[in-house]
């Protein structure tokens, strides 16, 4: 009686917040410091891609296609930006560069090294002066524009590829579990007749169509339903086709995980009382059955992002990805393979590959906190 | 009963020899059920083998362009001269049926549904005899005498015909031919970087689980997760930069022809093998490692290793010989996609390394409509697919022999 007594205030206190399975889950996650770390890098990254468009605004960035860059636009008398800029290099429109660093030396230490490195023209207050903080490309283009555009690409492409993903493979994992039978079977060897196709096949086949149609059609003006979807898509970068590309095969091991998982919940208990007083199918699946399965779902998704990013990466390494003068992580990589940037310059392919790993550690930490928090049977594994 | 045992004795010596190895790889393979298994199986990967290259034949024959116009090449080939390749290749038979609408009928006029025709076929034109033209009566079936059903006759007679590609095309290069001289480059670095992923990915993994919650642990996932969110296309550059250029102990790209004559035991293989094989292994034994330690703690668990431990074995005995050997089961289901995807995820390293593999054959082929070559390639690699798929429900019930298939 006296242990109870004493245990009491605790399990009051306990009781008195609210609580609920998803409540509880974020509890637990809140526990876990490298999962929040994660969340917090990924919240950020997020961030800087959304409003990339008011940094650009603002002038920290670069505008977003070669054609409006301000320092690759060259007045007739002034020689071509140097390719290759390097990081912290500084540039005013139409004028000699100054590295940076020059501004931090003292008048003496100025005139010293001013004739040979920071020869400084009169500034001309209606021109902007321009920093390369990450260096440039071959064109020049500021590297730190295209690494923040090319989050947005790889970003969205993860995002929309999990959430297309874990829909489609959701209620096709769901029906076929939940109705059984001859259903099951049927969706069942659909599956199973797509997963023996070859992912990467499949998707370069899809997007060398999608590519070449795009090119066909863009001068012809098409109208009707394919002009609507070829303008949708170049105005989205060619995007849209490389989600239709990845979403073909991406959903098939999302329905067998939703499949086995109502699976076993179909015949538990709480399933059977629910059917006992009468509950609708609809009911139970939205009630009962949902709120069970989605959870490895969507810890299954969430480490499944970095593998989107990469696919995306890889299509746009081979020229296969996003349009030509779109930034992706890929294309940059590509760039500074064919510019020999492995022998030199390699500051530039410094920058999105680390954007990529980073990327890829927070939603696989990420994955590993939701998993925890959400299935703690699983803890630590 | 008796019978049979008696007709065995009466079987001549060879006869039994035969039979006692045709017994032992039944036994092998895991028994009459297992075999029955294997059968199904294999049947029923025919129809899906169909659907992928019907599948894949329309797709590749969907791309605007064909191999001998393709809007890549610059050059303009004359009208005429791409309707007399197509001729000469048969693209200019309709892709899938030959209907009645169609208008192209082999022999005059008539469409019919099933006939027989006089074919002339030329046999001979060397140095030593004349060439001379035979003639011979065929079955033909006019519906199917389409792009799409020749091929699939060639496929069946293992005959993927030419390669349509222009430098490979003028020198009469078949796609079988190709195949095989670039599958095995492929392969020798795929089939050592699945060896490397194993033997660093299993140690990592089992070092981890049995170190659970230590320093041990934390540093192994730690590495793991890493290689994990590395892709290729990153690790490769990295790899060139640190072992090719700065320390120089490696060559960046292969410079004496070395992939192509085959593996050979000398130090300038081991170098070049070095990093295509350390990139793609990298990423293989992180997710190994991963999935050994989740198994492998889980079994931990189970009774029987309670028993084990109880009886008084030591630990080393009941990680190693009674835990692992069943933790080593979600592992090996990764094997057969894993076997697949080391000559499909091969693109990137074959790309970065200069390898003449299969990876680049493909992305070339797409590019320039070899529609032989993209057929011949995807089915290989559904192939392989599906036989590693197969060869995970053999490892299955080796590991586990609660595990049967009938």
């Known amino acids: ?381 | 009963m008796a019978e049979t045992t008696l007709e065995g004795t009466q079987r001549s010596i060879p006869a039994r020899i035969f039979m006692g190895i045709v017994e032992r790889i039944v036994r092998l393979l895991g028994g009459p059920g297992m075999i029955k298994f294997l059968i199904r199986r294999f049947l029923a990967a025919i129809p899906v083998l169909f659907a992928i290259i019907l599948v894949t034949f329309t797709l590749s024959h969907l791309l605007p362009g064909g191999p001998f116009n393709y809007s890549g090449e610059n050059r303009k080939v004359p009208e005429y001269l791409v309707r007399q390749l197509e001729e000469k290749y048969g693209l200019h038979k309709p892709v899938l049926f030959n209907t009645w609408n169609d208008g192209y009928f082999p022999d005059g006029d008539d469409w019919k549904i099933i006939t027989k025709r006089t074919e002339t076929v030329t046999i001979g034109g060397s140095k030593e005899g004349g060439a001379q033209t035979v003639q011979r009566e065929v079955w033909r079936i006019d519906l199917l005498d389409s792009q799409f059903w020749n091929y699939l006759w060639g496929v069946l007679k293992l005959d993927f015909g030419p390669s349509l590609n222009k430098a490979l095309r003028d020198q009469n290069v078949r796609v079988s031919d190709e195949i095989a001289t670039r599958l095995p480059v492929s392969m020798q670095v795929g089939i050592f970087a699945v060896i490397l992923g194993f033997m660093l990915g299993i140690p990592l993994g089992v070092l981890a689980a049995v170190y659970h919650n230590t320093i041990v642990d934390y540093v192994a996932m730690f590495f793991a997760i890493v290689g994990q969110a590395t892709p290729a296309i990153v690790l490769a550059p990295v790899l060139i930069i640190i072992f090719a250029v700065e320390l120089g102990w490696v060559p960046v790209a292969d410079q004496q022809n070395q992939w192509r004559e085959g593996p050979e035991l000398s130090l300038y293989y081991l170098q070049i093998l070095a990093l295509p094989v350390l990139t793609l292994a990298t990423g293989m034994s992180a997710t190994i490692a991963r999935l050994t330690r989740a198994s492998l703690l889980q079994v931990l668990h189970e009774d029987y290793v309670r028993t084990a431990r109880a009886k008084g074995l030591r630990e080393r005995v009941v990680i190693y010989v009674h835990a692992l050997k069943n933790a080593l089961i979600p592992v090996v289901t990764i094997l057969g996609p894993l076997l697949a995807a080391v000559l499909t995820g091969t693109f990137v390293v074959e790309l970065i390394f200069v390898i003449p593999g299969l990876g680049k054959v493909f992305v070339d082929s797409v590019q320039a409509r070899d529609y032989t070559m993209i057929m011949g390639v995807s089915i290989l690699y559904s192939v392989f697919l599906i036989i590693g798929n197969i060869l995970v429900d053999i490892m299955y019930t080796w590991l586990d022999p609660r595990i049967r298939f009938d």
Request: with cysteine; hydrophobic share 45%.
């Open chain 1, 1 to 381: 009686m006296a242990v109870a007594e004493g245990a009491k205030p605790v399990s009051l206190e306990e009781e008195a917040r609210p609580s609920s399975p998803w409540l509880d889950a974020w509890r637990l996650f809140r526990r876990n410091k490298a999962a929040m770390v994660a969340l917090v890098t990924i919240i950020t990254i997020v961030f800087i891609a959304a409003t990339a468009g008011l940094w650009t605004k603002l002038g920290l960035l670069d505008a977003r296609t070669g054609a409006q860059a301000r320092h690759t636009v060259n007045p007739v008398n002034v020689e071509p930006v140097d390719p290759f800029p390097d990081p912290g290099t500084c540039a005013r429109d139409g004028q000699e560069r100054n590295p940076y660093w020059c501004s931090w030396l003292s008048e003496e230490a100025l005139l010293d090294v001013k004739n040979t490195y920071c020869f400084r023209p009169e500034p001309d207050p209606t021109q902007r002066q321009w920093c390369y903080v990450l260096g440039g490309d071959s064109n020049g283009k500021d590297w730190l524009t295209q690494t923040v555009y090319g989050a947005q690409v790889s970003l969205t492409v993860g995002f929309l590829g999990a959430t297309m993903s874990l829909i489609v493979g959701l209620v096709y994992g769901v029906i076929s579990g939940f109705y059984g039978g001859r259903v099951d079977m049927i969706m069942m060897r659909f599956v199973d007749f797509m997963y023996g196709i070859p992912y990467l096949v499949l998707v370069i086949l899809l997007q060398v169509y999608f590519t070449e149609v795009a090119r066909t059609y863009q001068d012809s003006g098409r109208g009707g339903f394919v002009g609507f979807v070829l303008d949708l898509n170049k105005s989205m970068g060619g995007l849209l086709f490389l989600f239709v590309a990845l979403g073909v095969l991406s959903w098939i091991g999302m329905a067998r995980l939703a499949r086995g998982q109502v699976l076993s919940y179909r015949e538990k208990e709480f399933v059977e009382a629910a059917r006992a007083v009468g509950a609708s199918n609809r009911r139970i699946i939205f009630v009962h059955l949902l709120p069970n399965v989605i959870g490895p779902l969507i810890v299954s998704e969430t480490l499944a992002i970095p593998g989107y990013i990469f696919t995306e990466a890889f299509l746009s390494f081979i020229g296969l990805g996003v349009q030509p003068g779109t930034p992706s992580w890929g294309a940059m990589i590509q760039q500074v393979r064919e510019r020999g940037g492995f022998f030199s310059n390699r500051h530039i392919l410094l920058v999105p590959s680390v954007a990529l790993v980073i990327t890829a550690l927070a939603f696989n930490f990420l994955g590993d906190g939701l998993r925890d928090a959400l299935d703690p049977r699983l803890r630590g594994t």
